[in-house]
């Protein structure tokens, strides 16, 4: 399968929904002066436009249709095998000063990286269709959404933006005429797909982002990490909002009381199921909705909440582990309109991967397009291989995803993935201890970014790969929201993941971690006991609701609530590397929240 293809010549009445305003005219001309396309596309969003697109994609072969009648209406992409998951290390933030991007963020000055871009982007578009997808992100009457421009030379970029943005006229329509307003600027290119030639740049003081080199979608659907998360999170501070790496649900109790709440969790580490959680059967009458899987836009309400809107309209998450088991509202979701990338297919035109309902096929063509049975040493599906499909699949969709002021957020969840050290769940002393929480957020690292799997690494509130300037501001922006809160949302840390010391999983996981929500929407009722301990509040025993919980014995959840002094003195140490790198960047309120939690440590 091949990502770069030759230009397409659409029929008259497609990709000629030519932008209005100027300022959006003069940079495509720009763009396209220095890429040298054969023609432009400019996309409305339409169905017939997609239709199009769809059909030119699997002619050229960059998608294979599915099946219709195993999944309806849906694609595979198989992506270069040299280009699967964000690259974390290209990533860079160019802000005019080294200090800005901070010591987390990989720096480059921005004169010298445009020059160095447009060097790249000299004539890359030489025969092939420019495409100019206009999108924003957010509901449409919301005063936090954001429009974007992306230009791209790949139909697949086009394709996943229309499942994941509100794309075309609706963004149009927002922008208006006025050619002052804000408004983000994309640039993509394939290139070769050569990871030599691989740089996703941000240029925060330009609302600019530039990607060369990769089609993989954490780097190439500009509209995502790169706009809503490390743009966003620059534009968020300077307008005194919350762009935030957070899934956000609702629960609602069998009495009709309502509760939203918003939880960062590094990537692949559960968002997508914690935001369509399925609560076990003796859990009658309790519901959960989801808003967003993945990010969070944040702004103090008039009553001085905090209210979320999901900026996306389409969910990117891990195909491989998503069953019906795992995950029955994803695998409902994905059953139709969905485009798949990097996982294997049957011989009937279906998709499987590993982790999948029954059993695996005698046959399938793998990830990189190659013959494989139960007997091959590869995976049939890349470990990051990825599902892109509509938020509206969803059968457990929140009413309330399109309300432009959002939905008002009970509690604030952060987690990691954690053998050790991290309780189940506690409950911070109050905002500021919580952001101290947050920022000492640590994970074992994924597929999802290239690099090393399974090495613990410090990833504060699930920021790290993700803030788009100086993270000890960003802790201060957090510290400075929280003073102008009148009812700030209490704050979590939950932790699925920890392990017995023969290695196996201690807490279930997946719908049961509803025991572990209903604690935490008692605390923010106001009911619900405590017990207080070094590190916060932790559930007594008694507290969770442990009723019909299946094969956890007692000592596995003393063993889920237990403090162990010589691991939290481990992890206080630990926590040096952060401060070191931070150095005069972190916060004196996080310093002495270290401290503090030191001496209660003793
Ligand atoms: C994602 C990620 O794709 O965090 O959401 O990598
Ligand atoms: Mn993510």
């Known amino acids: 399968m091949t990502d770069i293809a030759p230009a397409i010549s659409p029929p008259i009445g497609i990709g000629d929904a030519k932008s209005t305003n100027q300022s959006v005219l003069d940079w495509v001309q720009e763009v396209a002066r220095l890429c040298g396309p054969e023609n432009i596309f400019w996309c409305d969003g339409s169905e017939k436009e997609n239709e199009y697109l769809r059909g030119e994609a699997v002619r050229q072969n960059i998608l294979i249709k599915l099946n219709e009648e195993k999944v309806p209406g849906s694609y595979l992409h198989r992506s270069n095998p040299n280009d699967v998951a964000r690259v974390e290390q290209f990533t860079l933030i160019c802000t005019p000063t080294k200090e800005e991007a901070g010591p987390t963020n990989n720096w480059a000055a921005p004169d010298e990286t445009y020059t160095k871009l447009h060097r790249m982007l000299k004539g890359a578009m030489r025969g092939r269709t420019m495409f100019v997808i206009p999108y924003i992100m957010g509901p449409p009457d919301s005063p936090l959404t954001k429009v974007g421009f992306e230009i791209t030379d790949s139909i697949y970029v086009v394709l996943s933006m229309r499942i994941m943005t ?7 329509k927002r922008l ?14 394939l290139l070769d797909v050569n990871p030599e030639r691989r740089w996703i740049c941000h240029f925060p003081q330009d609302n600019t982002i530039i990607s060369v080199g990769s089609g993989y979608g954490g780097n190439v659907l500009l509209s995502k990490k790169c706009l809503a998360l490390r743009i966003g999170s620059y534009l968020a501070r300077k307008q005194g909002w919350l762009a935030e790496h957070m899934l956000i649900l609702g629960v609602q109790s069998p009495e009709g009381r309502k509760h939203y709440v918003a939880a960062a969790f590094p990537s692949a580490c559960g968002k997508t199921n914690f935001a369509m959680l399925i609560p076990p059967k003796h859990f009658k009458g309790w519901k959960v909705t989801t808003i967003g899987d993945d990010i969070a836009w944040m702004q103090i309400g008039g009553d001085g909440r905090l209210y979320a809107v999901n900026p996306e309209n389409g969910y990117f998450g891990v195909v491989p582990g998503t069953s019906y088991k795992s995950n029955p509202n994803a695998m409902k979701s994905i059953e139709h309109d969905t485009l798949y990338t990097n996982v294997a297919m049957t011989n009937d035109g279906d998709v499987w991967w590993e982790g999948k309902d029954g059993p695996p096929p005698t046959h399938a063509i793998d990830w990189k397009g ?8 590869e995976k049939a599906a890349h470990p990051n291989s990825r599902f892109a499909t509509p938020m509206r699949n969803n059968p457990v969709l929140d009413p309330d995803v399109e309300k432009g002021d959002g939905v008002p957020i009970s509690a604030i969840i952060f987690g990691g993935r954690r053998s050790d050290t991290m309780p189940l769940v506690f409950q911070a002393f109050d905002w500021e201890h919580g952001v101290y929480v947050g920022a000492m957020m640590a994970s074992e690292t994924t597929a999802a970014a290239t690099g090393a799997v399974g090495q613990v690494r410090r990833d504060p509130m699930a920021m790290l790969p993700f803030c788009g300037y100086n993270m000890g501001e960003y802790f201060r922006h957090w510290l400075r929201t929280g003073a102008r809160l009148k009812n700030p ?6 932790n699925w993941f920890r392990k017995s010391a023969d290695g196996k999983f201690l807490w279930p996981g997946f719908g049961d971690n509803m025991r572990v929500l209903k604690w935490i929407i008692d605390r923010a009722e106001g009911r619900g006991g405590a017990q207080k301990s070094p590190i916060g509040f932790l559930p007594r025993r008694e507290g969770l609701d442990l009723d019909e919980l299946e094969n956890v014995s007692n000592a596995a959840i003393e063993e889920l609530l237990a403090v162990q002094p010589n691991e939290w003195k481990k ?3 630990n926590q040096e590397s952060l401060f070191e790198k931070l150095g005069g960047d972190m916060p004196e309120e996080l310093i002495a929240q270290r401290a503090k939690l030191a001496q209660r440590l003793g």
Do not use: C, Q, Y
């Open 489 to 494: 949302p209490l704050i979590f840390h939950v």
């Open 166 to 172: 509100r794309m075309g006229v609706v963004a149009t």
């Open 571 to 573: 992890e206080l140490a």
């Open 176 to 189: 208006g005429n006025d050619a002052s307003a804000e408004w983000n600027r994309g640039v993509h290119s």
């Open 370 to 377: 190659n013959d494989w049975t139960p007997d091959s040493k």
